[in-house]
Each structure stands twice: as structure tokens, then as C-alpha cells.
């Protein structure tokens, strides 16, 4: 993909202003004439977005204060450290907030593309389109089911432990009574141990 135009031979307002992330933006400050075209042409324009860490140029434009906004799990409190005077939501896909769409990681930008699409053009084609991607029109939960505090169990012996290498081992299966037995068994020790204590 290659640039049409420059920063200065953006004038126009657009439908959609889209800043994308990159590795070094909660690092390194961006680029001046980028972040003086994303602020001018936001004044202009139907909506002003961004993917990922692209948050940080809007941040840097003073696009951010007093919004509520999401980016990477890995980069929010970077964000929320720079620019104290935005809400930064940690667990969210996208934030919509006014004219202004914050999406979380680069995968995040399909969810927050479907999103708009469907605000456009209705539901109907926002579906269309996530099947013709195969992906789902509309991912359930936050990021927080993808970060790595998501973990098994620490102790391969609890009950927990148990039950999840038994699930994980029979997802395919169909819900039997075998398999309430067996999880039942495994959850004993704990429903034991539990009522000793009581007692004592």
C-alpha cells in the first residue's frame, strides 16, 4: 500500500479519519506533521478513529481529553500515564465515544470496521461482510480473555485443574451423564475438605 497524498495535500474533510498503531507510539513520540494533518482534518471530518496504539497520535493531537477511549491491554496505562485527562476502558474491543472510535489490539480494528460498517449501512451488511471475512459480526467479552492472567490452574491437582484438562480433553463430546459423574468425582475432595473445616 502506498500514500496518495501527503500530510499537506489532506484538506478535505473526510468520512473517516483512521490512525493506525504501531510498535514504538507508547514509546517514542509521533511524527509532528502527522499528528498537526490528524488534528486538522478531525475538525473537518465525519469521525476521527484509531486502531491499536494509534490512540497515542490522537492523544498527542489533543484529541483524547475528557473521552473514553480503549487501546492494546499491553499499552493502556501507558496511554492513561501520558494523557491523565482521558478515561481509558482496559477491557473494551472498541470504544465508541461521540465522534470519536478507539479500537484495543490490531485484530480489535475488524471489530471496530464491522461496527461502523453497521452504523452506515445497517446490520444486515456489517453481517455480510463478517462472514465474507469469517469472522463474527459481533465478538462477546473483552480483552481480558485474551491476556495472559488467562492462565490453567496452578495446582494440577486441584479440583479446578481437574475439571479443565477434563473439559479440555472432550470438548467434541457431547454432555453425558459419564461426564457428570466424573466431574462430580473430581469435585469431592474439595466439597469434603470444605465440610471438615466447617465442622472444626
Not at 134 to 160: C, K, N
Request: hydrophobic content about 40%.
Amino acid at each position: 500500500m502506498a500514500a496518495h497524498r501527503t500530510y499537506d495535500d489532506a484538506i478535505n474533510g473526510y468520512d473517516l479519519v483512521l490512525v493506525a498503531g504501531g510498535p514504538r507510539l507508547p514509546e517514542d513520540l509521533p511524527d509532528e506533521s502527522m499528528v498537526e494533518c490528524v488534528r486538522r482534518l478531525s475538525k473537518s471530518s465525519r469521525r476521527t478513529s484509531s486502531v491499536c496504539t494509534g490512540a497515542f497520535v490522537l492523544g498527542q493531537a489533543g484529541l483524547l481529553a475528557g473521552r473514553r477511549v480503549t487501546t492494546h491491554w499491553q499499552s493502556a496505562d501507558a496511554l492513561a500515564k501520558r494523557f491523565p485527562d482521558t478515561v481509558v476502558d482496559r477491557d473494551r474491543i472498541y470504544v465508541k465515544d461521540g465522534d470519536l472510535i478507539t479500537s484495543a489490539g490490531v485484530t480489535a480494528g475488524i471489530d471496530l470496521a464491522l461496527a461502523i460498517v453497521g452504523e452506515d449501512h445497517g446490520s444486515a451488511v456489517s453481517l455480510a461482510v463478517a462472514k465474507r471475512l469469517v469472522v463474527v459480526a459481533r465478538r462477546q467479552g473483552g480483552q481480558s480473555q485474551f491476556s495472559p492472567y488467562v492462565v490453567a490452574p496452578s495446582d494440577p491437582r486441584s479440583p479446578l485443574a481437574t475439571i479443565s484438562e477434563f473439559v479440555m480433553a472432550n470438548l467434541r463430546a457431547r454432555p453425558s451423564r459419564d461426564m457428570s459423574i466424573r466431574i462430580a468425582k473430581s469435585r469431592r475432595p474439595a466439597t469434603v475438605a470444605r465440610s471438615q473445616a466447617a465442622k472444626t
